[in-house]
């Protein structure tokens, strides 16, 4: 079975603060995606990484960051949080590139809360 | 560019009665289709996708779905609903041909009651 973790399922962090959200999947895949999810707005792609030092802008990128230096490891950054921050962040990852790029597998969730 | 539409926020059925969830979508190409299903407090969880071949694809938990090129839908359904089916449910597509990642849908909260 395909595992991908994330580093907290609860975080609360205050206005400025920088944050760090942690992905790990241990199936060996190329792909990599952090997702926002929002009532009424579904899940927005944040940004995504084909391969290892690769990004690639999603719709949402403002205010955020990411690092992929391993590939099983996938990194969302905050720079300096803010209240509209505040959602249900969500990684996943697939197997393959392009056309053939599969079925992505979701972490459980991190629950993020910008006071 | 590549879409999908839920048009349904919000669906209710009484248990053991037949569900549909609705999805219509818009690519260039051919279309690569899923469904996900997302339990409360949750990630979501692949319940089944459409490729190519049979227009009639069965998943995961007794869901299966349709595939209507001419109407672009692929709609879930399930003969028969259970109270624990109640969740959130995604439609996502990407374009066969590129290199461009899922769009999800905005999803569709299903209640069956008891």
């Known amino acids: 079975d395909v595992k991908v973790t994330q580093s907290s399922r609860y975080l609360v962090k205050r206005t400025g603060e920088k944050v760090f959200l942690e992905c790990v999947q241990d199936?060996?895949?190329?792909?990599m995606f952090w997702y926002r999810q929002d009532p009424g707005l579904g899940l927005r792609l944040i940004y995504f990484?084909?391969?290892?030092?690769m990004k690639e802008k999603g719709d949402i990128p403002e205010g955020y960051s990411v690092s992929r230096e391993k590939k099983e490891r996938f990194s969302l950054i905050l720079e300096s949080a803010s209240t509209n921050q505040t959602s249900m962040y969500l990684c996943?990852?697939?197997w393959g590139r392009g056309a053939v790029a599969d079925t992505q597998y979701f972490g459980p969730g991190t629950r993020l809360t910008v006071l | 560019a590549q879409s999908v539409a839920q048009p349904e926020d919000q669906v209710n059925v009484a248990e053991g009665n037949p569900l549909t969830v609705k999805c219509t979508y818009s690519?260039?190409?051919?279309?690569?289709l899923f469904w996900y299903v997302q339990y409360p407090n949750r990630g979501l969880q692949f319940l089944l996708k459409?490729?190519?071949?049979?227009?009639l694809v069965k998943g995961s938990y007794g869901f299966e779905a349709e595939f209507n090129k001419s109407q672009t839908s692929f709609h879930l359904k399930k003969p028969s609903a259970l109270v624990s089916d109640s969740a959130l449910y995604f439609c996502?597509?990407?374009?066969?041909?590129?290199?461009?990642?899922?769009?999800f849908g905005k999803g569709t909260r299903l209640s069956v009651i008891a």
């Open positions: 996943a990852s697939s």
């Open positions: 199936m060996d895949h190329e792909n």
């Open positions: 990484s084909y391969d290892v030092k």
């Open positions: 690519v260039s190409g051919n279309p690569y």
């Open positions: 459409y490729i190519t071949g049979d227009n």
């Open positions: 996502a597509v990407r374009d066969l041909k590129g290199n461009t990642p899922l769009v």
